[in-house]
């Protein structure tokens, strides 16, 4: 009898509990003070440099006391700290819809094009004055504007401004760390991202980006900890990626393949968002590529088959996936398969470099429009489905009524599309300049005798 007892009272006391617990959370929802509360959690988390922190928080905010102004502001800071353009602008529409009228909408727009390196927004915004976001915003967005216009005077003008606001933001070491990172001074960058490690133990950028460039310089085992120190973060799927890599790279394949076995295969467009928010360029499927090498290597090659095709089958690009294709196919005794996928591997080598070629003369002189072009249609046939749209759209700026232009981007946006239809918007708006502009072409032809 006592025990039974004592299990009543104890289902007593938790049901008690339960219901205190619910009252305190109907009257801080009933005077919006809980929504104050998440919101001012949220903000800490953008100064401690943890974006994911204030998703989170809002998050809660959003599914147990609904949204507000101030909830999306936040958002859209948080995903301007991850440089996640397109999630910056999807908050800002929804900002606008509530509230037609909101100053902040504009500011962060404003940002958005900064970040992606539109200077002519960024005096005005300054010369405004404005002090509805925190300053620390103004200067992200400007120091992203200039590592994307390669402006070293105007970036040390930045940082050093940043540093008279607040020198204790490990961002501003992780941005000297990134010039010296484009710059290719490898030693200087790490020393850079390590002193911001060190100011901002929440900031995981910087030791994101030490671990890749520790294992560009070959240095595996201290990239292989710096990936370690990133499971159980916010980084942890990546990191455990690139973890395994460092570790088949040290010839160990069998714990390397230990670190990525029975995880899910995720999506590309997840990938893509995950190294994005690490500032780190990936096209196409990273898990199935570090996989397959390193099943490659254990000798399974009927499962490496798989993921190497995986790979091809959304970045045909991919040279290293391709060569170990080759290598499986020899090794199950397949030649004429792996004769025709060497064809293929041979032709992209010529591709790429033609295209080095030409970026060597348009770094001389780029202003040949013929040559861009081609050199843009390289990169998206051989190497790289980014850097050709990149190109791709700084030619349209330059010509913008040259059908062959918007026909390559049409191509460009289609497959970026395989990953999220909304680049299909996109993709039509490009064809239908296209056949615009083809039709302007030929009407003068079509009128001549």
């Known amino acids: 009898m006592p025990v039974a007892n004592s299990k009543s009272s104890s289902r007593i006391r938790k049901r008690v509990s339960i219901g205190i617990l619910a009252f305190f959370i109907a009257l801080l929802w009933f005077f919006g003070t809980a929504n104050s509360w998440c919101e001012y959690f949220?903000?800490?988390?953008?100064?401690?440099?943890?974006?994911?922190?204030?998703?989170?928080?809002?998050?809660?905010?959003?599914?147990?006391?609904g949204t507000t102004n101030q909830s999306l502001v936040l958002e859209a800071r948080a995903y301007l700290q991850y440089g996640e353009t397109a999630s910056v602008l999807q908050s800002v529409r929804s900002l606008r819809n509530r509230d037609p009228s909101n100053?902040?909408?504009?500011?962060?727009?404003?940002?958005?094009?900064?970040?992606?390196?539109?200077?002519?927004?960024?005096?005005?915004?300054?010369?405004?004055?404005?002090?509805?976001?925190?300053?620390?915003?103004v200067f992200e967005a400007s120091a992203r504007c200039?590592?994307?216009?390669?402006?070293?005077?105007?970036?040390?003008?930045?940082?050093?401004?940043?540093?008279?606001?607040?020198?204790?933001?490990?961002?501003?070491?992780?941005?000297?760390?990134?010039?010296?990172?484009i710059s290719d001074r490898f030693e200087s960058?790490?020393?850079?991202?390590?002193?911001?490690?060190?100011?901002?133990?929440?900031?995981?950028?910087?030791?994101?980006?030490?671990?890749?460039?520790?294992?560009?310089?070959?240095?595996?085992?201290?990239?292989?900890?710096?990936?370690?120190?990133?499971?159980?973060?916010?980084?942890e799927i990546t990191a455990a990626v690139e973890a395994a890599h460092c570790l088949h790279?040290?010839?160990?394949?069998?714990?390397?393949?230990?670190?990525?076995?029975?995880?899910?295969?995720?999506?590309?467009?997840?990938?893509?968002?995950?190294?994005?928010?690490?500032?780190?360029?990936?096209?196409?499927?990273?898990?199935?590529?570090?996989?397959?090498?390193?099943l490659e290597s254990l000798g399974r090659y009927d499962e490496a088959l798989v993921l190497l095709r995986r790979v091809l089958a959304t970045n045909h690009r991919d040279s290293q996936a391709r060569a170990l294709l080759i290598s499986c196919l020899n090794r199950l005794g397949k030649p004429?398969?792996?004769?025709?996928?060497?064809?293929?591997?041979?032709?992209?080598?010529?591709?790429?470099?033609?295209?080095?070629?030409?970026?060597?003369?348009?770094?001389?002189?780029?202003t040949d429009y013929a040559k861009r072009l081609r050199y843009a249609e390289l990169l998206f046939r051989y190497k790289s489905l980014g850097e050709s749209q990149f190109e791709a759209e700084k030619l349209l700026k330059d010509f913008p009524n040259k059908a062959e232009i918007h026909r390559l981007l049409t191509q460009i946006y289609r497959e970026h599309a395989r990953d999220s239809a909304d680049w299909n918007v996109r993709a039509d708006e490009q064809e239908r300049m296209t056949f615009k502009l083809e039709a302007q072409n030929q009407a003068p032809k079509q009128s001549s005798p």
Do not use: C
């Not at 949220?42 to 006391?65: G, H, I, K, V, Y």
């Not at 070293?152 to 010296?180: C, M, V």
């Not at 060190?198 to 900890?225: D, H, N, S, V, W």
């Open 249 to 294: 790279m040290m010839g160990d394949s069998k714990a390397a393949w230990s670190k990525i076995q029975g995880k899910p295969d995720f999506s590309i467009l997840f990938q893509t968002q995950q190294y994005r928010r690490a500032d780190q360029f990936v096209e196409g499927n990273r898990f199935a590529l570090v996989g397959g090498g390193i």
């Open 103 to 137: 100053e902040l909408a504009d500011i962060l727009d404003n940002l958005v094009s900064i970040q992606l390196g539109d200077r002519s927004r960024l005096a005005p915004l300054i010369a405004s004055g404005s002090n509805k976001l925190p300053l620390v915003d």
């Open 42 to 65: 949220a903000n800490r988390s953008l100064d401690t440099r943890s974006p994911s922190s204030t998703l989170r928080w809002l998050q809660f905010e959003r599914s147990w006391f």
């Open 146 to 181: 200039h590592l994307f216009n390669s402006d070293e005077n105007s970036l040390a003008a930045t940082l050093e401004h940043w540093t008279q606001f607040n020198p204790n933001d490990p961002a501003i070491a992780y941005y000297k760390g990134r010039w010296d990172e």
């Open 336 to 366: 004429d398969e792996a004769s025709e996928e060497s064809k293929i591997l041979a032709e992209m080598a010529s591709g790429k470099l033609e295209s080095k070629n030409l970026a060597e003369q348009l770094d001389v002189d780029g």
């Open 189 to 235: 960058a790490i020393s850079h991202f390590l002193g911001s490690k060190t100011q901002g133990p929440l900031f995981l950028k910087p030791r994101f980006r030490r671990g890749i460039l520790l294992r560009e310089l070959r240095r595996f085992e201290e990239a292989f900890q710096e990936f370690e120190s990133l499971i159980g973060t916010d980084f």
